[in-house]
């Protein structure tokens, strides 16, 4: 585990900006991650996700377990060689989307077994197999097997899960220990919903534990984003200050601004690829719908001072046009602007933070956005 | 037009090789020309068009005048602009997809009145307003208006439909001299179905009438590629060696050795786009399915020794799991290569027939793709 490393650059209050290394490469933080659920960033070449900033990506390990399956991706080689993405990869553990996607789920103390939503099919997950799993997907930074619950849940529900999760996270460590490659990552979950003294419980058994970073998990779920705010409030503070901070499914561009405001270093988010897909992008001052009839003779691009070519080379119009015939160059532009906008937020936040005026930084991009960013 | 030029760099047997001069730039031929139906070339970025090696991009009169509209791309700087592609652009007149299209036609000596198959509403199209819309498009070089009759046809109604087509090339020569812009170029359109004399008499016709380039139309309409070469060969000799040759809709691979070993100098054709999103790869060795499951476990890229990104860094199993998956990036990937696979071969025609080895290149050709090329 001797090649992956977390380098705290600078900190601006409790914002941060740092370097993780591994052998696959270097992750500046704050950092956002796109989702390439299937293998696939969707709609992008993958040298377009490189070039709009991005120095990882994450799979999503229920996805690719199913199709084309772990054992046939390693066998292909890996999902690096397998996707033509030769930088760092983060995979989910699968426990999230067994909830949200697969049906007849049954929850035993060893582990999940469920039904594929794509063909029917039996299958399980434990945290053993997960990471057996994201070991042969040949994954950089690998996540504990975890149960995510859903919110709202009773503070006796949410308990119950937390310490299945940990009892899971313990397991986890294990398998990962005994199969995962030198320069590898794991990464605990942290659970317990909003409630505070289960956070607090939930991150002071991972970190006895110990791993090379720890999530924020069970949020963007649902409970809003003051709700979240508040919990990573009092969860942030005591996490580990030498390690990562991811927060798993984050998400819009404030909440990204204001979870990096209290010490945040990682997102993922299905927000700009999918919105893109459906006609939304994000400017300077918030997002807009191309498919507007305001747009269609609209000769401005979405940002004519971009370096990316799908924000400065193309007419909201043109745009527009394509979203009505249906085009796929629509969907395939958009998602390129809203992934370019995303990590070009990052880039500004860590400036900001690297320059101690972060706080200005918040205020401007508060400003600009109004209140839908 | 002094801007406008063709330069026959050298012939081998029938088959010509040259560059015709535009002022947006040389168009090589043999030229393959990617069809951009509605302002895009479909699942393309410009770049990559530009980077597969074509010179020329098609438009189509009959998509862009119902939606976005002439009027409205020319009110957006031009089709060039519009579409972010600024080397020459080819449109047809509007004339076929009304035939196969829209709903309602009639057709008059003036024209045709029909209902768009988009939204319903009435349009007409006559040579007066193909060449206008052609010239707000910002075409560089522009198609007659002429009736597209289907096949088969009676030697009668083929006649009509010829001379009908004849006397609209006449007043489509009047409405370009007084629209279009210096450089521009018109071409004519041969008719005559399958009728060696009505062929004879529309060519003779067109020539009196004179035009930058003169196309054979009303073929790969069902006649079958050996009755398509027959045409080709009582039709080519009688045209005018010192103007570019081009025929409308074609085709696929075998189609383009065939008709370049003819004279023909210019081509368009949906295949490599409209099967690349339906999973039909060329090769080499002739076209493949990707979804077929032979693929599933195929580490080879489509060409290893590819230029093109889509054709050598990708497996055939991870093509294959795209498409399965749906993913936007199969359609992407496959459209990429075939358009590579096609400039590709114009390329080697090129080369072979300017050092003299057509023949031979043709029989090698022939031998490698089998049955279905």
């Known amino acids: 585990m001797s090649d992956f490393r977390f380098d705290l650059k600078a900190t601006d209050g409790a914002a941060r900006t740092g370097v993780i290394s591994t052998p696959r490469g270097e992750i500046r933080t704050p950092a956002f991650m796109p989702v390439g659920t299937a293998g696939t960033v969707k709609a992008m070449h993958p040298q377009h996700v490189r070039e709009t900033g991005a120095d990882i990506v994450l799979g999503n390990t229920y996805h ?60 399980e997950l434990t945290p053993e197999r997960s990471i057996e799993i994201q070991c042969l997907l040949g994954s950089d930074i690998q996540m504990q097997f975890d149960e995510c619950p859903p919110f709202p849940i009773s503070e006796e529900g949410s308990r119950e899960s937390m310490e299945l999760s940990l009892r899971w996270a313990v397991r986890s460590k294990q398998a990962f220990e005994e199969k995962a490659s030198p320069g590898n990552a794991l990464f605990g979950i942290v659970q317990g919903s909003v409630f505070e003294d289960q956070r607090r419980r939930s991150l002071d058994e991972l970190l006895k534990i110990g791993f090379h970073g720890y999530s924020v998990g069970g949020l963007a779920v649902g409970e809003g984003q003051e709700e979240m705010f508040r919990v990573l409030d009092f969860t942030c503070p005591h996490m580990d200050t030498a390690k990562p901070r991811y927060l798993m499914g984050v998400g819009k561009p404030s909440d990204l601004v204001g979870a990096v405001a209290r010490g945040i270093d990682m997102f993922d988010c299905v927000a700009p690829t999918r919105s893109g897909r459906h006609g939304q992008a994000w400017t300077k001052n918030g997002p807009i719908n191309i498919k507007n009839a305001r747009f269609i003779d609209d000769e401005t691009p979405l940002d004519a001072d971009s370096s990316c070519p799908a924000s400065s080379q193309y007419s909201k119009a043109y745009l527009n046009h394509l979203f009505k015939a249906g085009e796929y160059l629509g969907p395939m532009l958009l998602t390129w602007h809203n992934l370019h906008y995303y990590q070009q937020l990052m880039a500004d936040m860590r400036s900001a933070i690297a320059e101690g005026r972060f706080d200005r930084f918040v205020k401007e991009f508060e400003e600009a956005q109004g209140a839908d960013g």
Do not use: Y
């Open 64 to 123: 690719l377990m199913l199709r084309p399956t772990a054992e046939r991706v390693r066998q292909l080689g890996g999902l690096h060689n397998f996707m033509n993405w030769d930088r760092p990869i983060l995979t989910d553990s699968g426990g999230f989307q067994v909830m949200s996607l697969s049906k007849l789920r049954k929850l035993t103390e060893n582990g999940v077994t469920f039904q594929s939503h794509i063909d029917g099919s039996r299958h």
